[in-house]
């Protein structure tokens, strides 16, 4: 069985631009997860989904984030327009239930210059 | 305050010594207690999980927890080189809705051959 996979794996951007990195869940999990490591600072949970829906968005740090999962399958998160402080690894997690356990995939590189 | 608080490190020691990691949490409402160990260009991985007060014991991993002193630990016994990895411990507070997760920074792990 696939895991969860990001696209991305790095990306390098110049501060103004526009990045969307993608998260391909675990098959038939409902749950999926961003978070987020900027460099230094402990990985920190941005937002949540049940299936299309959005369940949790309270780590969204502005209105420059903007996450969607059309169809409850696959997730993007854009960044527009990226500042140098969105620098960080972005992780994507999906679980089959709200409680179950939340399987991480490898992580979206962002450096913004 | 941080909600949860992990001992700094990194942590260098010889292979087949005993490891202890650390950490404390702030809010008696986290009911789920996690330990993450992830690779490097690689996503954290659940290596432990506990919800109750005691230890939980997988081959070479315990973990342990102690809400009354809100202190979670995990011991490494016999450790072995591929133990070299970051370790984060990660905390959930209960109910269905509160599924995300509220990591400590890590701490980076090196056995010595």
């Known amino acids: 069985e696939a895991g969860v996979t990001q696209f991305p794996s790095h990306s390098v951007i110049e501060k103004g631009q526009t990045v969307t990195l993608r998260c391909d869940p675990i098959s038939g999990h409902d749950n999926l997860y961003w978070y987020r490591r900027v460099m230094g600072k402990e990985i920190k949970f941005l937002l949540h989904f049940v299936k299309e829906s959005k369940q949790d968005e309270s780590g969204m740090p502005n209105n420059r984030f903007l996450a969607e999962r059309t169809g409850g399958t696959y997730s993007t998160l854009k960044v527009q327009p990226a500042e140098l402080e969105d620098s960080g690894v972005y992780f994507c997690?999906?679980?089959?239930?709200?409680?179950?356990?939340?399987?991480f995939g490898p992580g979206t590189r962002l450096t913004v210059l | 305050q941080k909600e949860v608080e992990q001992d700094p490190g990194p942590l260098s020691v010889p292979e087949g010594a005993i490891v202890s990691l650390n950490c404390t949490y702030s809010n008696s409402a986290f009911q789920y207690f996690m330990w993450y160990r992830q690779y490097s260009r690689k996503g954290p991985e659940l290596l432990m999980y506990?919800?109750?007060?005691g230890n939980k014991e997988d081959g070479r991993f315990t973990a342990q927890v102690d809400k009354s002193s809100k202190y979670i630990s995990l011991f490494i016994r016999d450790s072995q080189p591929s133990d070299s990895a970051t370790y984060l411990c990660?905390?959930?507070?209960?109910?269905?809705?509160?599924?995300?997760?509220?990591f400590g920074k890590g701490i980076t792990l090196s056995v010595r051959p």
């Open positions: 997690a999906s679980s089959q239930g709200l409680g179950d356990t939340q399987y």
């Open positions: 506990t919800y109750s007060s």
């Open positions: 990660a905390i959930k507070r209960g109910g269905g809705a509160n599924s995300k997760l509220t």
